[in-house]
């Protein structure tokens, strides 16, 4: 996770604020747009991963329509200012590894319903994130890199 969000980072850093704002990654969202994307699904794991750690349930929000559920979400964070969608995206990743670190290795492979479908041990989930994360980075960004 640590990489995959070093990656993410890098493939924008040389863009301006502005950029960042208004820039339009496929006709749709902004940069912005991505960075709190990310950090939503970041937080359908964070969530439960800590309900579950203080009583041992682990019930994510089920998503059967992703675009549906990330329209939703842009549209929770549009009007909110960049730095504001920074720090959650910082906040948001700082407690899921801190929560992450919290698991014993047996936790570590246990599976459970994902938040996005299917069923997954926490260390599947943790790989798809950083995955979605990376693909982002790789793909819809690299072209802005300057």
């Given at each position: 996770?640590?990489?995959?969000?070093?990656?993410?980072?890098?493939?924008?850093?040389?863009?301006?604020?502005?950029?960042?704002?208004?820039?339009?990654?496929?006709?749709t969202w902004?940069?912005?747009d991505?960075?709190?994307?990310?950090?939503?699904?970041?937080?359908?794991?964070?969530?439960?991963?800590?309900?579950?750690?203080?009583?041992?349930?682990?019930?994510?929000?089920h998503?059967?329509?992703?675009?549906?559920?990330?329209?939703?979400?842009?549209?929770?964070?549009?009007?909110?200012p960049?730095?504001?969608?920074?720090?959650?995206?910082?906040?948001?990743?700082?407690?899921?590894?801190?929560?992450?670190?919290?698991?014993?290795?047996?936790?570590?492979?246990?599976?459970?319903?994902?938040?996005?479908?299917?069923?997954?041990?926490f260390a599947?989930?943790?790989?798809?994130?950083?995955?979605?994360?990376?693909?982002?980075?790789?793909?819809?960004?690299?072209?802005?890199?300057?």
């Amino acid at each position: 996770m640590i990489n995959s969000r070093i990656a993410f980072l890098a493939s924008f850093h040389e863009l301006s604020k502005e950029e960042i704002n208004n820039l339009l990654l496929d006709g749709t969202w902004t940069v912005k747009d991505l960075i709190g994307h990310i950090s939503a699904w970041d937080k359908t794991l964070l969530d439960p991963l800590i309900t579950y750690l203080e009583n041992g349930d682990f019930s994510p929000e089920h998503i059967p329509n992703h675009d549906a559920w990330n329209a939703v979400q842009i549209e929770m964070r549009k009007h909110r200012p960049l730095d504001e969608i920074r720090d959650e995206a910082i906040s948001v990743r700082k407690e899921l590894l801190a929560a992450t670190e919290r698991l014993s290795d047996l936790q570590w492979m246990e599976a459970f319903p994902a938040p996005w479908g299917g069923i997954e041990t926490f260390a599947q989930m943790i790989d798809g994130l950083a995955w979605h994360e990376e693909e982002h980075a790789n793909s819809t960004l690299a072209r802005f890199k300057k």
